[in-house]
């Protein structure tokens, strides 16, 4: 089905646009992409390109924290997931600060 992502930074309360974001399904990079002005990136896929495995969503943060002359304790923040059924919708949602991060199975 399809996959999707939003960044929020919690130190501005505002979406973080401009992050750099790797999708690896097992071990296989298989898309890539840049968070929008609303902080989200939803073109993983095309329709019917998500399968069932393990998924890892790398969030390249550092340069996003750069940009704005924070001092941050990541450079990437990986998040690995499973997928059981490829038909349903996934979102994987980061809640980012420079020092600390937060996740969970959106919908």
Wanted: without cysteine; charged residues 15%.
């Amino acid at each position: 089905m399809s996959l999707s992502t939003h960044v929020l930074d919690l130190r501005s309360g505002r979406p973080a646009s401009g992050i750099s974001v790797m999708l690896t399904h097992e071990t296989t990079p298989v898309a890539q992409g840049v968070t929008d002005a609303d902080g989200r990136f939803a073109d993983f896929f095309e329709s019917g390109g998500l399968k069932v495995g393990q998924y890892q969503m790398t969030f390249h943060v550092g340069p996003y924290f750069a940009a704005q002359s924070v001092e941050t304790f990541y450079d990437q923040i990986p998040i690995v997931f499973f997928v059981k059924d490829a038909a349903r919708h996934h979102h994987v949602p980061l809640l980012l600060s420079p020092f600390g991060y937060s996740t969970y199975r959106g919908s």
